[in-house]
């Protein structure tokens, strides 16, 4: 796939709206959706899911499976088994809600000492991950286990080169009481999960990569750079420059996106005279954040007044090669949600980047009219068209988007009010999974995907 081609074949046909991208399409070119009969997800005909995850479930070590499925990777296990590493957007008063169940003063020693806030006993940390072993062959769920807990509304994030799954807390939170809520620990940061850990990993929060609300995280492998997106209304584009690439922990550069000669550019297209035209390529500079673990909810606000450029509720990032696509849910006229893609400069992240830097295209827009809503997950599929999951106030669906603009439905939720999340792909690229995020699913969907 020429992914460079991707983003100029996309950008011009997203700026004329006589073409697909602005027109609600009526079926999808996998097919047309049939319903299902089961009352949990739309497909095309050919195509089949299998329920891999369910809300409530016994899990292997004994607790059970939390609800508010979210940010989603699959990394390749044994002898064909998929492991699925899957975030939990829960908040400590949501506990019945939680691995734990109603209480947790029952838990045992081991989860208890693995706790990244322990709520003194009181209100834990409720969000978390869980890790799940899938054999496909035989459509059967092996293991599954808590791997992360006592975080906070672990809502996107994404996976690593080296095996592991960045999950994101995004809320940001002091140590103290709250109404009802009492907390050990400061919360807004990235943990690290290995995707082959047997069981709860100790927490240890990424401070030199921010404290801010995250959502979603994607690495560039050539260079090791860690990039993220912020779920607030004003939010920045962020990058995290390791000193030791695939070391995270050992320390980096955190860094702000900023528009070349157009300072503090607000990219949401809220106002009728549109800052950024659809398919112009806006070189780019990034700039150093000092402070990057302070107590104060103000790192976008100081990146801002640097000159960084903000955007409207940063949602699903994904890399591919060397560029990364992101959506703001909310930017556009119609507030239906933008997506955004960055070309990374050939020296990305070196001295000599400003010789040759990064861009930043807006390449789509949604509107009242468009198959699209309100993005929020975004994969690029193994043959090259970007899957999106939509987060909207009816029903929700997964929307193709091709290197030609052509916009198309790959599933539909017609049966809550529920948003789809953490789409991906098995290693071989025969699977996509998926999650309904409440009350919590996991489902493996299979057909026949292009080629």
């Not at 003194?120 to 054999?135: D, F, Q, S, V």
Request: proline content about 7%; charged content about 20%; aromatic content about 8%.
């Amino acid at each position: 796939m020429d992914r460079r081609r991707f983003l100029q074949s996309l950008a011009i046909v997203a700026a004329s709206p006589a073409l697909p991208l602005s027109g609600r399409a009526s079926e999808s070119q996998l097919g047309p959706l049939q319903r299902d009969p089961n009352g949990i997800l739309d497909l095309p005909e050919g195509f089949s899911y299998r329920i891999v995850s369910r809300a409530g479930d016994r899990m292997s070590d004994g607790l059970v499976v939390p609800h508010a499925h979210d940010g989603m990777a699959a990394f390749p296990g044994e002898d064909g088994r998929v492991i699925l590493v899957c975030n939990h957007e829960l908040e400590p008063g949501e506990l019945d809600q939680s691995a734990f169940g109603a209480s947790a003063r029952r838990l045992p020693r081991h989860v208890w000492n693995k706790l990244y806030d322990g709520g003194y006993g009181k209100t834990p940390g409720a969000g978390g991950t869980t890790t799940t072993i899938y054999n496909p062959s035989s459509g059967d769920t092996e293991r599954q286990h808590l791997s992360l807990a006592g975080t906070e509304l672990n809502c996107a994030g994404g996976s690593t080169p080296w095996g592991s799954w960045l999950s994101c807390e995004e809320c940001f939170h002091r140590r103290g009481k709250r109404r009802n809520i009492v907390r050990e620990q400061p919360h807004g940061y990235v943990f690290e999960v290995p995707a082959n850990e047997a069981g709860l990993v100790t927490p240890r929060p990424i401070t030199a990569m921010g404290r801010f609300e995250h959502e979603a995280a994607a690495v560039h492998e050539a260079s090791g750079i860690v990039y993220m997106t912020e779920d607030k209304h004003q939010s920045l584009f962020y990058r995290y420059i390791p000193d030791v690439p695939g070391k995270l922990h050992e320390g980096g550069r955190l860094q702000a996106l900023a528009v070349t000669d157009r300072p503090s550019l607000s990219t949401n297209n809220w106002s009728r005279a549109a800052p950024i035209r659809v398919g112009e390529p806006l070189p780019t500079y990034w700039i150093d954040i000092d402070d990057v673990d302070s107590n104060r909810d103000d790192l976008r606000m100081r990146g801002a007044s640097l000159g960084a450029a903000r955007f409207a509720r940063g949602e699903g990032l994904c890399a591919a090669g060397d560029e990364l696509f992101f959506v703001c849910s909310i930017g556009g006229a119609s507030w239906a949600g933008q997506v955004f893609a960055y070309q990374t400069s050939p020296n990305e992240g070196t001295e000599k980047e400003q010789e040759q830097p990064g861009e930043l295209t807006l390449i789509a827009e949604g509107t009242t009219h468009s198959l699209l809503h309100n993005a929020d997950n975004i994969i690029m599929a193994p043959w090259g068209d970007l899957m999106v999951c939509e987060d909207t106030a009816s029903h929700c669906g997964i929307v193709g988007v091709d290197p030609d603009g052509n916009m198309y439905e790959v599933a539909d939720n017609a049966y809550s009010n529920s948003e789809l999340a953490g789409a991906c792909f098995s290693p071989d690229g025969t699977i996509m999974f998926v999650n309904i995020q409440y009350p919590g699913m996991t489902l493996a969907i299979t057909g026949p995907w292009p080629t």
